[in-house]
């Protein structure tokens, strides 16, 4: 009798460990036993995940061609990701800039997909799943000598450099804090995505953009080049700023799961979002 039962404690054991086993070759992240997480009981329960959306490239991009997913991109990915570990559907619930915190609160979604930056203010009132982050680059001319022998960001802060800025731009406080020792040149925003004109008529040496849009700035405008130099300014830590999904507050066991799936897309996540940075124009 004895015998019996230790055999079965090893099969089962045994065919715990094969579960386990492919459910981590799945992707698969553990997830909170029922109860733990009255959010993940309730999305369960409701057969659906509801995500809010709002284009915010290139983190979450819409299809309006009618033909394949109606969304793309990393947050669409992870969202996916999401239902298909919990066995529900994905539902969207548009928002705007207005309502896409706001929603939470109201239990109106389960998560906010449309990328928001992590800001202090933000943190007040809900929690941050983060999986990218936007920064900011330094560009100029190629055959701008004082470009050309800079190795560094920090190799612009020179007195004989100048750099170009928007006035009131996203960048200006930065640039002051950051260039202390070089020539700084405020221009009036042309409605261009960086002051590219102060650049090429040589009134400036660099200026900054966001390492998002000079993707596609490059590709217009041949010969220029940009700083930090490696993979072409997109792992830049300047003036960093982390980018992920949203989701309401005093939710721990929904928010660290959510925050392990998404550890474990990382390297699929940056890749996505990588292909849709080289398609911007």
């Known amino acids: 009798m004895r015998s019996t039962v230790l055999r079965r404690c090893r099969i089962a054991a045994h065919c715990f460990a094969l579960t386990l ?14 109860g733990a997480s009255p959010r993940i009981d309730a999305i369960r329960k409701a057969g659906e995940l509801r995500v809010g959306v709002l284009q915010n490239a290139p983190w979450l991009m819409e299809n309006t061609t009618g033909q394949g997913e109606p969304w793309s991109g990393p947050a669409w990915l992870l969202a996916n990701e999401y239902a298909r570990q919990l066995g529900v559907k994905l539902r969207t619930v548009p928002v705007s800039h207005e309502t896409k915190v706001p929603v939470l609160a109201a239990n109106q979604v389960d998560m906010t997909i449309s990328p928001l930056g992590e800001t202090p203010e933000r943190l007040k009132v809900v929690d941050f799943v983060i999986y990218s982050a936007t920064s900011v680059c330094m560009f100029g001319r190629a055959d701008n000598a004082k470009l050309a022998k800079a190795a560094s960001v920090d190799d612009l802060n020179q007195p004989d450099v100048t750099i170009a800025y928007f006035t009131g731009g996203a960048e200006e406080g930065w ?32 200026a900054p953009i966001n390492r998002v849009p000079w993707v596609g700035l490059q590709q217009k405008v041949k ?23 949203a989701v309401d507050k005093n939710q721990l066991a929904y928010l660290n799961w959510l925050r392990e799936v998404a550890k474990a897309q990382k390297a699929r996540l940056d890749a996505d979002e990588a292909r849709i940075v ?3 124009k």
């Open 21 to 34: 086993l492919a459910a981590t070759a799945g992707g698969a992240s553990a997830q909170p036993a029922p």
């Open 223 to 245: 010969g220029l080049a940009v700083l930090p130099k490696d993979n072409n300014c997109q792992s830049s830590t300047e003036k960093a700023s982390p980018v992920g999904l």
């Open 175 to 206: 640039v002051k804090e950051r260039f202390p020792k070089a020539k700084l040149r405020a221009v009036a925003s042309s409605g261009a995505t960086a002051p590219i004109e102060e650049i090429m008529a040589r009134r400036a040496d660099a």
């Open 278 to 280: 080289g398609t911007l």
